[in-house]
């Protein structure tokens, strides 16, 4: 075995100790694997034959190296959600964004630098809908010797959410696009794979968090569900949020998390309660009409020398509509701003853009009823092409992409009262160009045509701040007034409320070709996408650095 082979699965396994050096080195073989959950048993698609798969473990600055081997019969990429990916967007992930997927048989090593960002992402396939069982965690580690901005935990937990499928989803997602109609809902959440007792099976597959009583521990809570917004419970315990999406907050109490898909939340959990078993539970957040998986997810928070056989203390969880829930929590979120970590909020702006986000209608002759549901940003409904955007805006390939995308709504209307008679949207592959470093403010407007919903929204390669959110339509006069510039949270992925906005806040200092889409992976299958083209500024540092040579190629 050649000794770069026997030192890249030697790191594999060690990584967790994080003997200090700057490059870590993984190995992520994607392959088919059979898993029984809920009392039946499918074939899924995994990363080293887990679910959840392997947690990519790092310090901030440290390059990483994960080479992809493809063992399956899909195409497949991974996304390292919330990783800038500065000036390294060949490895960010998205397929036909920018790059093209991994064939059969085929590798591929993403590079990347965690410059600048400590705290919890995590990693999952980008393409079709194999994401829901290819996910994982990042943890980024601060610098040697750099401490924590909050008193440091005894110990840390990973905990994963999830949606499973009894059915096989690369089917369920198929089937819904020749029909035009809705996918089919998930039958269950798991927390770090498991679900815990569900109805009609007998099975108690649940996750246990085992504790020791005086003991502070950091919960990485991650959710990796598909299409469901979750809320995170454990009783009578209460959470100290320190960290969002790799940002860290000021630290507030709360008895009930609130994360959209792609959204992490880090916690401090004080293990303080009497001796026994604790309910957890993930449950799931819909304040409008839309179907969702309303079944519950369990796990355990378990204190040592609890007896066998202890009864386990329940928990209420929110109702499903409980849309003062999601905004106390998502009000209360505060970056640090401190000396070390400011909020570098941009005061000026250079591009000021108003998209509206939801779903339509739209003609189809072969689908059930004539029609097929779609997805649109300002009334655009994203197409993929067959050529990764990246690759042709670096080569300058003509015929891939227009760079026309609409900074406003082409034709305004009250976007949540009664919604236009003319619900079709128009398709097309569109960018909108930015010059390096060029700020942006972006008002995200959902709007009411078939059913207002919550959409968690995902900006690939920056982070951005959270200036402001309301129900709604957003008023340019009086909301901007109320905008936070001082301590906005800072996300890489956010929910726009149902019938309402939100305003973030970026500077566009890094170049390449960025996804911009709703996490909800029915949304984006629909076309609610599109992508920010960010040209190269002067000199190397601003420059995207040249395609690796093993790219894949369509």
């Not at 690939?460 to 957003?474: A, I, K, Q």
């Not at 510039?485 to 170049?511: K, M, Q």
């Amino acid at each position: 075995m050649a000794t770069w082979v026997r030192t890249l699965l030697f790191m594999s396994v060690l990584v967790p100790t994080l003997v200090e050096c700057k490059t870590r080195h993984y190995h992520f073989a994607v392959v088919l694997k059979n898993e029984t959950k809920l009392c039946a048993t499918k074939t899924i698609v995994t990363v080293n034959g887990k679910c959840p798969g392997p947690t990519l473990y790092a310090r901030e600055d440290d390059n990483v190296l994960v080479r992809v081997t493809n063992h399956v019969q899909y195409n497949v990429t991974i996304h390292w959600h919330g990783v800038r990916q500065l000036r390294t967007g060949w490895s960010d992930g998205p397929a036909y964004i920018t790059q093209c997927p991994i064939q059969p048989g085929q590798n591929f090593i993403y590079n990347f630098t965690l410059a600048g960002q400590r705290g919890t992402l995590l990693w999952h396939a980008h393409i079709s809908w194999l994401r829901t069982t290819m996910y994982g965690a990042i943890v980024i580690l601060p610098k040697k010797g750099v401490p924590y901005p909050f008193p440091k935990p005894d110990k840390e937990k990973v905990i994963v959410l999830g949606e499973w499928w009894k059915a096989d989803t690369e089917a369920v997602v198929n089937q819904a696009m020749q029909t035009g109609l809705p996918p089919n809902i998930s039958d269950a959440h798991t927390i770090n794979g498991r679900p815990g007792p569900v109805p009609n099976c007998s099975s108690d597959d649940a996750y246990t968090l085992h504790v020791e009583t005086g003991k502070t521990y950091l919960l990485r809570v991650i959710n990796a569900a598909v299409n469901d917004e979750l809320f995170f419970k454990i009783a009578y315990h209460k959470l100290t949020v320190v960290e969002v999406d790799a940002a860290y907050t000021k630290p507030f109490k709360t008895d009930t998390l609130f994360l959209g898909p792609g959204q992490t939340t880090t916690v401090l959990l004080k293990a303080e309660q009497g001796i026994g078993k604790y309910l957890i539970a993930i449950s799931p957040f819909m304040d409008t009409i839309v179907a969702v998986d309303n079944v519950t997810g369990i796990g355990y928070l378990r204190y040592n020398n609890t007896l066998a056989f202890t009864p386990t203390t329940l928990v209420n969880i929110p109702a499903a509509n409980a849309t003062p829930v999601t905004s106390v929590f998502s009000d209360s979120l505060r970056s640090l701003n401190s000396k070390e970590y400011p909020a570098n909020v941009p005061l000026t702006v250079d591009h000021s853009l108003f998209f509206t986000i939801g779903v339509g209608i739209n003609p189809c002759a072969t689908c059930f009823n004539g029609s097929r549901a779609v997805a649109a940003i300002n009334n655009v409904s994203f197409v993929m092409p067959t050529t990764a955007l990246l690759q042709a805006h670096y080569y300058g390939i003509n015929g891939v992409f227009t760079d026309d995308f609409p900074g406003k709504p082409l034709i305004p209307f009250n976007y949540t009262g009664t919604p236009p008679t003319n619900l079709q949207t128009m398709n097309g592959t569109k960018v909108y160009r930015l010059t390096y470093n060029a700020t942006v403010q972006l008002v995200i407007q959902g709007n009411s045509i078939l059913a207002p919903e919550s959409h968690p929204t995902h900006l690939h390669g920056f982070n951005f701040f959270v200036v402001g959110r309301g129900v709604g339509n957003f008023d340019p006069e009086k909301d901007p007034l109320k905008f936070n510039l001082v301590d906005p949270v800072e996300r890489n992925t956010v929910s726009v409320p149902t019938a309402g906005w939100t305003a973030i806040r970026f500077r566009a200092d890094n170049p390449g070709v960025w996804f911009f889409h709703c996490h909800l992976e029915v949304h984006t299958t629909w076309g609610l996408k599109m992508a920010f083209l960010v040209e190269n500024g002067q000199g190397r540092d601003e420059t995207i650095e040249p395609p690796p040579s093993d790219l894949p190629k369509c």
